[in-house]
């Protein structure tokens, strides 16, 4: 049975949250975006990240070094050859990328990397109105 979630998904969209795929590295639209609110997940509407944890890792893709407290499962991803730490939605279990550590990037020493495509945006702005 398919989550009810990911049914009104794109076909890319549902690629990557769904079928646990990757958009190519600089062509998420949030890979340069820094304005003030936070981050839901594009499926359910769960909120994962608040704008403030986002910073330019370089990867291409959002990177964020805090979660929203208990937004994000982690699995185990031995996919490509190598071990990984993939992180889902909490509430749907979309897809939304890997989480690395040990890189030394950020003071938590976390990179959240996040496809644009599992994700959308809330500004802080939108909500004062």
Same mark, same amino acid.
């Given at each position: 049975m398919e989550n009810k979630y990911f049914k009104n998904l794109t076909n890319e969209e549902r690629d990557i949250i769904a079928n646990k795929g990757t *958009?190519?590295?600089?062509?998420? *639209?949030?890979?340069?975006h820094f304005e003030q609110g936070y981050f839901v997940c594009r499926a359910c509407n769960n909120k994962l990240y608040e704008s403030k944890?986002?910073?330019d890792s370089g990867c291409g893709w959002p990177s964020f070094d805090d979660e929203v407290p208990g937004a994000i499962v982690r699995y185990e991803d031995n996919s490509l050859g190598r071990q990984r730490t993939e992180i889902c939605c909490s509430k749907c279990d979309g897809h939304l990328g890997h989480v690395f550590q040990g890189e030394k990037i950020t003071p938590k020493d976390t990179r959240h990397c996040v496809n644009s495509l599992s994700i959308r945006f809330i500004s802080s702005s939108s909500l004062e109105n």
């Open positions: *958009e190519a590295p600089f062509s998420g *639209e949030y890979n340069d944890s986002k910073f």
